[in-house]
């Protein structure tokens, strides 16, 4: 018999159970449920809600079920719907009529959205360590390659030189603003909904301040309905993993092209690579592929539900049921993506012959040219125009910037010296380039050291 059936005539049908169970995904949740209970049982004894012998008693039964569920020994079931039914009938099996008293002044309703936060808190800090890792390998490998000239791309056309480590610091500056978009999902979330009731909390005199405190919140949520009925804090969370994924996804694309034959820029170390079952030269970059392929997955988690929850009135409805499993499959997606691309990011080798040949190519040099012809006083459109000429030239002769004869330059500008070769080196190009933020070497190793000083900020805390 069901512990709401009270008003009931008859069993619920077998079909209804199941389509209303949820025990199949939430029990994953029943180390925070146990933490809620642990709090709740306490504050009712501390209160006077119930007796203190009742209190102690159930806070060392829910102890012992603990125990006995990570030993491995405890079935869940069916018949109980939830984690929360299963663990109070657990509950008043071992203890009797004192596990009865557990749910004074409680509501499935709170105590659901305690667990989830809990469980979202948890796994927020855990995603968080798996970026600082990611960051540490991007801040090394970016160290061991300020040097490595390659083309940067617009359009994927080679565009202006930078470095290899110039691109891994981009890619960096994102995944640190996902922490720090974790990280404010973290503060807002931080307060509990514990003591709402079902949505208009209890005649027994609660205190939800020492609940909160009892379960590392902040604060409790001010508003009683809200607090059982915001899943604003589910939705956040798998919209910051909605955009880490997607900068995991962009880097996945610059890896797998990286690593092709056509560009030849980095190699993937062999344990993080497949081969083909039908041609043996592949080295296939799956993990890249994998993680482009999941992103997809992690968004149709937050479209779901945003669908889920656009219409429904206050407070809460069954409909809250689907959120759950959702945020549980991203969190098993991000946690199964961060580990095996950081090692693949740590492990890879870095071809700057390969880079530095790309750059010298492609006229990349073009922009520094007509930057040459401004610094001499031309106006930067006219010197634009005049080295569109000579690329151009250059493309029909099969010349380069850097091999077209001076005596060529002249003749479209009298205003080209014997120093225009040197200003047209990717090197020239790249340590010209000296501004905040940009390629040059100095540049580049203030945003290491920037990225650096995050890492100790957080390291301290």
Not at 166 to 176: D, E, I, K, T
Not at 251 to 267: D, Q, V
Request: proline share 3%.
């Amino acid at each position: 018999m069901k512990l709401w059936s009270g008003r009931f005539q008859k069993e619920v049908d077998s079909k209804v159970n199941d389509f209303n169970s949820s025990i199949s995904f939430d029990a994953r949740l029943y180390r925070q449920d146990i933490a809620g209970s642990i709090a709740h049982a306490t504050m009712l004894g501390e209160q006077g809600i119930i007796a203190r012998e009742e209190s102690e008693q159930i806070i060392e039964g829910l102890k012992a079920i603990l125990e006995d569920v990570e030993a491995g020994v405890v079935t869940f079931s069916e018949d109980n719907e939830d984690i929360h039914m299963n663990m109070e009938v657990l509950l008043t099996k071992r203890i009797g009529d004192a596990g009865k008293r557990l749910h004074t002044a409680r509501s499935r309703n709170d105590q659901v959205a305690v667990d989830f936060r809990l469980y979202v808190k948890e796994q927020i800090a855990v995603i968080r360590s798996m970026l600082l890792d990611l960051e540490r390998v991007l801040v090394r490998q970016a160290e061991a390659n300020t040097d490595a000239v390659m083309p940067g791309y617009t359009h994927l056309q080679r565009a202006q030189p930078i470095t290899f480590a110039h691109a891994l610091m981009a890619y960096s500056n994102m995944f640190r603003r996902d922490i720090t978009r974790f990280e404010d999902c973290m503060e807002r979330m931080n307060e509990s909904p514990l003591g709402a009731g079902a949505l208009a909390t209890s005649t027994h005199p609660v205190d939800r301040f020492r609940t909160a405190e009892l379960l590392g919140f902040q604060k409790p949520m001010d508003n009683s309905l809200d607090a059982v009925s915001d899943r604003d804090f589910a939705l956040e969370f798998l919209s910051a993993c909605s955009i880490m994924m997607m900068h995991l996804s962009r880097f996945s694309e610059e890896i797998i092209l990286w690593c092709s034959w056509e560009f030849k820029y980095i190699e993937l170390d062999d344990a993080y690579a497949t081969g083909s079952s039908i041609m043996p030269q592949k080295k296939n970059p799956d993990v890249a592929e994998l993680v482009r392929g999941k992103t997809g997955r992690v968004y149709g988690a937050l479209i779901s539900l945003l669908t889920v929850m656009k219409g429904l009135p206050l407070a809460y409805n069954k409909d809250m049921q689907e959120d759950k499993e959702p945020v549980f499959d991203v969190i098993d997606t991000v946690e199964l993506c961060l580990p095996v691309f950081t090692a693949m990011i740590d492990t890879l080798s870095v071809n700057p012959q390969s880079m530095r040949n790309a750059a010298a190519g492609g006229f990349i040099s073009a922009t520094d040219c007509a930057d040459y012809l401004a610094k001499r006083g031309m106006p930067f459109r006219e010197a634009y125009g005049i080295v569109g000429k000579l690329v151009d030239h250059c493309i029909r002769t099969g010349f380069t910037l850097e091999t077209l004869p001076l005596e060529e330059y002249k003749e479209i500008s009298p205003l080209f010296g014997e120093d225009v070769y040197e200003n047209l080196t990717v090197e020239a190009c790249v340590n010209g380039r000296n501004v905040y933020g940009g390629p040059a070497t100095e540049s580049v190793l203030a945003q290491i050291h920037a990225i650096q000083s995050f890492l100790e900020e957080r390291e301290a805390q």
